[in-house]
């Protein structure tokens, strides 16, 4: 034995020795069942101290490369190249669980696995039906899109300015009267939560919303570090939200058009009130208006419209109109916002596609996607008359529910607790997906969101018979 360990080294002769004898062993050259020299002979061999040796081999034993077999001596073990191949592999497990971002609960990753399955009745998806997208439009006006270098290249931090100045003028048709330079081009209004969440806050602010909430399926300012604080619009609503937030950071994230899940709206009074609470606290709102265009009537002035002190950021999106793949939303906010959240995407993503940004761009300034949202409308009115006979006709006697005023859902409460894991996953065996209250309240054991604008009539009728037959039995 030539070895010794070096005593000049910045590393103990006892790290040496275990990288030493780790070493034969993963070469091969002490194989599976070679008996180790008698301690005392290999401490002298190794010029070391016993007691060094001592930890030494105690330590490869702890970790399955050594074992001691009584009266006979120590022995490579036979578990030796399992450890070894453990060892030269990360684990990702251990990188998975202290990972900062949090995961989806089980259910939302079941539904999220089971919406691609073309088999399943998907009785509570938040996206549109196939049949409501203009894709034969979309098709034919990438015909008449003209593009140049420029356009299809990297587009400046806010987006194509050409789209946020035609976003600007469409914008005032919602009151909102703002500049190109106040506007945010975003991946769809989830990603504007992410940017806002790690760039406008710091960690363990306080997150108020409405109670269920949208935000319980995803989890942006969870993951960054934020506290989530459900709170009811009552008459204790200042001093909840004081109370609550004391001395931290904060903001109000709220669906006041067509909420999701229930689907309801607030009223004129409510969205001042609301308004005033938050500035009165120096408490910042993000106002999601996604789902305004699919009202079925009036359309309602948005919080943004209001705000006369930058206090709202508003959030839009073509993704529940036009095309959820097109990955297109928007924040408006007061500049100063708008250019720290550019900042942040240009960090993350570089920007939206060029591609989706110039067929929205197209669509708004010819007048297209207005008249879609025409026709559109008078399609979800005909799903939602159409699901709320068959729930008039079989369910009013376990179940009520508010008549849809526009959007996608209808917010379905049970009479009895029934809305459990178990009924979750009994359906899916019968090939029907709802989306369960408790995904947006843990609480809620009453509700499901049924969601009329994805599944055909007839695919709409038979999930509704195959859960009201499988309820009927519990």
Known sequence: MQWKPDRHSHLSLHIQIVEWITMLISRGEWTVGTKLPPQRKLAELLGVNRSTLVDVLDELKADGLLETKKGAGTFVSNNSWNVLLNKSQPNWHNHIQASIHK?????????????????????????????LLPTKLLEHSLHSISLNARDIGYSEPKGSKKLREILSGYLKKRGIHTSPENILLVSGALQALQLISVGLLEQQSIIFQEHPSYLNLVHPFQSAGMQMVSVQRNKQLSETLKTAKRKKQSLFYTIPTLHNPTGSNMTIAERKELLQVCTELQIPIVEDDVYHETLFEDSLPTMKSMDQAGQVLYLGSVSKTLSPGLRIG??????????????????????????????????????????????????????????????????????????????????????EPLVNKALFLNLIKQNVLINPGYIYDPNDLHHIRLSYAYEPYKQLEEGLGILLNYISFT
């Open 103 to 131: 995961p989806n609960y089980h259910t939302i990753q079941l539904i999220n696995e089971y919406e691609q399955d073309t088999t399943i009745i998907r009785l509570g998806t938040g996206e549109l039906s196939p049949d």
């Open 330 to 415: 928007w924040v408006v906010g007061p500049e100063p916002v708008i250019n720290r959240l550019a900042d942040i995407k240009m960090q993350t993503d570089y920007g939206s596609s060029a591609f989706s940004q110039e067929i929205v761009a197209y669509w708004m300034s010819k007048g297209l996607y207005e008249q879609h949202i025409v026709e559109l409308r008078q399609q979800l009115k005909k799903r939602a008359m159409f699901v709320e006979a068959i729930l008039k006709k079989d369910f009013s006697q376990v179940a009520t529910w508010e008549t849809s005023k526009g959007g996608f859902y209808i917010w379905l409460r049970f009479n």
